[in-house]
């Protein structure tokens, strides 16, 4: 982690760290909700990967609208919504 914060080789890179911890989102959103003093919503399953040709459209439109160098959603994204499904535990 001190080396992905400080590195010029990490400078304007993503990197997906973690620390062992284990936690269900289901105990986060709360949290989350809490530290922006706001109100945690009533659980609602959502498959990423099921909903996401739906935002295809609104990706185009927005890298048009920004002139954006941006790839095509699912270019960008690759196999992610179908991780976050299971990181998130969708059914």
């Keep these: 982690i001190a080396w ?11 990197f997906n760290v973690t620390n062992g911890d284990v936690f269900t ?10 530290a922006l003093e ?8 959502l498959s990423m990967a099921q909903e ?9 439109e927005l ?3 920004r002139d954006l160098v941006s790839p095509g959603l699912e270019e960008f ?8 499904d299971y990181s998130m535990r969708y059914g």
Excluded at 4 to 14: I, M, P, Q, T, Y
Aim: no cysteine.
């Design 4 to 14: 992905s914060g400080e590195a010029a080789a990490a400078r304007n890179e993503a």
């Design 25 to 34: 989102w289901e105990n986060v959103w709360p949290a989350i909700a809490d």
């Design 38 to 45: 706001m109100k945690a919503g009533v659980a609602a399953p």
């Design 52 to 60: 996401y040709p739906k935002w295809i459209t609104p990706w185009n």
């Design 63 to 65: 890298r048009r609208k």
């Design 77 to 84: 994204v690759g196999l992610s919504f179908q991780y976050a």
